[in-house]
């Protein structure tokens, strides 16, 4: 059987549930580095919904502050995803 130390588990909330949650996630690096670091090196990332798109988009090699970076900037970078 396989064991896992740590998982971030992730809720729903559609598109404003993307943006909230990685605003949080980003907001825990700023403020608070070894709590998002151990966050993001997490053995298993889990999501609903929204959250399952977070969970891709952290799996998917990209970093936690580029995925912030196109939230937030007028250009938007959905299609770059």
């Known amino acids: 059987m396989t064991t896992f130390d740590r ?3 992730l809720a729903g909330g ?3 549930g993307i943006a909230w949650e990685t ?6 690096c700023d403020q608070r ?5 151990a966050l993001l090196a997490s053995d298993v990332l ?5 959250g399952s798109t977070v969970a891709a ?7 936690l502050e580029e995925l912030f970076d196109r939230q937030t900037s ?3 970078g959905a299609h770059e995803l």
Do not use: F, K, N, P
């Open 7 to 9: 998982a971030l588990v």
């Open 46 to 50: 889990l999501g609903t919904s929204a």
């Open 74 to 76: 007028d250009a938007g």
């Open 33 to 37: 580095s070894d709590a998002g670091e």
């Open 23 to 28: 605003g949080v996630l980003q907001g825990i």
């Open 57 to 63: 988009q952290l799996g998917s090699g990209v970093r």
């Open 14 to 16: 559609g598109l404003a």
